[in-house]
């Protein structure tokens, strides 16, 4: 039932930007902390931001502080990440995860690759 949904990824030069969202269904969206995460062909999974169900809390990773926002709409249901100063060590696929309870649910993941 739990459906995420990324989109917004694509190709950009070094220092442009790029907002992601995440589509969320199935579940009631404004009550759940959400985050997302990347990954890099094989390397390890990396927490980005996580962002509190009211929107009031943020945190991100260091890597990505200073440049990075996220946010959501709970009217939408949907999680956002713009991406600004974006750097070639920033290519990844990008996704979205909820935590509801012991439950843990992934979206599909959009690719951003930054490359000049």
């Known amino acids: 039932q739990v459906q995420l949904v990324e989109s917004g990824g694509g190709f950009v030069q070094p220092g442009g930007s790029l907002r992601l969202s995440c589509a969320a269904s199935?579940?009631?969206?404004?009550?759940?902390?959400m985050m997302w995460y990347r990954r890099a062909p094989g390397k390890e999974r990396e927490l980005v931001a996580s962002i509190t169900s009211a929107g009031d809390s943020t945190n991100y990773g260091k890597s990505v502080k200073g440049r990075f926002t996220i946010s959501r709409d709970n009217a939408k249901n949907t999680l956002y990440l713009q991406m600004n100063a974006l750097k070639p060590e920033d290519t990844a696929v990008y996704f979205c995860?909820?935590?509801?309870?012991?439950?843990?649910?992934w979206g599909q993941g959009t690719q951003v690759t930054v490359s000049s």
């Open positions: 199935g579940y009631i969206f404004s009550r759940y902390t």
């Open positions: 995860n909820v935590n509801p309870g012991s439950l843990h649910y």
